[in-house]
């Protein structure tokens, strides 16, 4: 990538920090990492389960009370810092670089097991065609395909129909990895999320004429209003919508950082918020719309084969495919939608650890991404495609993806609203290009009612975890993987903040520290138009 030379009063970024070339291209990434496995097989579960049509109110204030008000600090600081996570806590205070490399190791066990996911779907998609599953799904999944151990351990046995698409997977994950922000992740996203879209907007129509699917809809929609006295559906609509954007990853943090100078953040914010959320209610209305109709072909009421994640992808769908008029085209389109956001999902996640060693060991985009990935895609290729592998991205997920996000969000809100007390310093940049200002109600937002959500989370995770061995997995195994896991990615954190940077790194960047004074010395009115 060429060089341009730094023109006066433009930031780094425009210089020698790679950009979206266009505001489009930032969205449409930010929603590719945002519309992924959960929108599709998490979320019609859960407001089924918590109100139906009803859960869609705390949903709303779950994204306009925390979810867009926590996705606008990681723009700030992204945008306003002008680097990696551990980069842009580490130029906002010295401390704060550990909470950037919490973020970066846990993106790293998410990717190792993320990978497993998107194969297991790509093979799928084949297995629409063939319905090699027969009669019964679920141990077709369990048995001859994943192969899966009696008992949860640490297994070598390594089972060929998973190693496979794992190892195309990764090839393809690289591949977009090196070429960089706009040859690689624009494009990708460019291609796979109108795909994304196309495919489901198909899957929907097709599956909303299936015999019983009103069935399925009146389900999901009916709207339950006494459930939204109880505080766990709150609950749960906040953690959805936390994790659905996400938010405190890291990702958005890079993302914003390769966002040029003058970019409206709030409008973007807002556009990838609600994109998203359109995405969770098509989601809805086909998921459920096919399990009406496998409720009807099994002469059961819908409650009886509703079911969300691995359940709901690789045993209820193929189901459904088997029964149901074109099963085949059903079964491509679906599997085909997951393949697609999860490798929109798995680049923004890859981007978070690639740029942060690019940050601080000063190398170029080629030769970090190489450093990066194939250590993480070795990794994951010796521990999931193997008989073991299930138990292993089971317990993983539970307590670094749920638990350990959470922690580390909660410790992120609290540096930097009553830590740092950064709020409306970041709130003054959020404004200086945004169609939409905003003023105390974000800060109130964002350093009050942030670190009470995510708190009341985090202990209730925390007590649910202690109460019981989770999924009954013996007590080793959840202590290595899941609590251990937990654990060592904050001792390693720690550890990465006291690794020197380079002197080729872009910590000390002179253009940086005279944009810094440049944005710092702007005097700008008080907020004024729309607050949020």
């Not at 196309?198 to 339950?224: E, H, K, R, Y």
């Amino acid at each position: 990538m060429s060089t341009p030379s730094l023109k006066k009063g433009a930031p780094l970024a425009e210089g020698k920090r790679e950009t979206f070339s266009s505001r489009k291209l930032f969205i449409l990434s930010a929603i590719g990492s945002a519309v992924g496995l959960g929108n599709i097989w998490r979320f019609p579960y859960v407001a089924y389960e918590n109100g139906g049509g009803a859960f869609l109110i705390p949903y709303l204030v779950a994204i306009l009370c925390a979810g867009i008000p926590l996705l606008f600090l990681d723009y700030a600081i992204g945008h306003r810092y002008r680097g990696s996570a551990p980069l842009a806590y580490r130029r906002a205070s010295r401390k704060a670089e550990v909470l950037g490399w919490w973020q970066v190791l846990i993106c790293f066990i998410i990717a190792i097991y993320y990978a497993a996911i998107i194969a297991w779907a790509a093979m799928y998609c084949w297995f629409s065609i063939t319905k090699a599953w027969g009669d019964d799904a679920a141990t077709f999944f369990m048995e001859d395909f994943l192969q899966v151990a009696p008992e949860a351990g640490v297994s070598m046995d390594i089972v060929g129909g998973v190693f496979g698409p794992m190892l195309g997977v990764w090839l393809v994950a690289i591949i977009i990895m090196v070429a960089g922000v706009n040859k690689g992740i624009s494009r990708a996203n460019g291609i796979f999320m109108p795909l994304l879209i196309v495919m489901f907007v198909i899957l929907v129509v097709q599956s909303v004429f299936l015999p019983g699917a009103i069935d399925g809809l009146n389900a999901f929609f009916t709207p339950n209003f006494e459930a939204l006295q109880n505080p766990g559906v709150w609950a749960a609509a906040f953690g959805h919508i936390f994790f659905s954007l996400s938010v405190a990853f890291g990702i958005m943090v890079t993302y914003s950082s390769y966002m040029k100078r003058k970019s409206d953040l709030t409008g973007s914010g807002y556009v990838v918020a609600f994109a998203n959320s359109s995405f969770e209610l098509l989601a809805g209305i086909g998921v459920f719309a096919a399990l009406g109709f496998m409720a009807y072909n099994a002469n059961s009421a819908v409650g009886d084969v509703a079911t969300s994640g691995i359940g709901l992808a690789f045993i209820a769908f193929p189901t459904i495919v088997s029964a149901a008029p074109l099963g085949s085209v059903i079964g491509v389109l679906f599997f085909g939608s997951l393949v697609f956001a999860g490798l929109t999902s798995l680049i923004s996640i890859l981007e978070v650890i690639v740029a942060a060693f690019q940050d601080k060991l000063g190398w170029n985009r080629k030769a970090a991404t190489l450093v990066v990935t194939l250590p993480v895609a070795f990794i994951s290729m010796v521990l999931f495609p193997t008989t073991t592998g299930l138990y292993l991205l089971d317990t993983m997920d539970a307590f670094v993806n749920q638990f350990g996000i959470l922690a580390c969000a909660l410790v992120i809100v609290i540096v930097f609203g009553a830590g740092l007390g950064m709020l409306p310093r970041l709130a003054k940049h959020l404004n200086r290009h945004s169609s939409i200002k905003l003023g105390t109600g974000w800060m109130v937002l964002v350093g009050g009612v942030g670190p009470a959500a995510l708190g009341y989370m985090l202990i209730n995770e925390v007590q649910t975890k202690i109460s019981e061995s989770y999924s009954g997995y013996p007590v080793w195994f959840n202590g290595v993987f899941g609590w251990g896991m937990a654990g060592a990615l904050i001792v390693g954190a720690v550890l990465m903040s006291f690794v020197p940077w380079s002197k080729k790194s872009k910590l000390n960047d002179p253009e940086f520290e005279e944009h810094q004074q440049k944005v710092e010395a702007e005097e700008l009115p008080d907020p004024v138009g729309k607050e949020y």
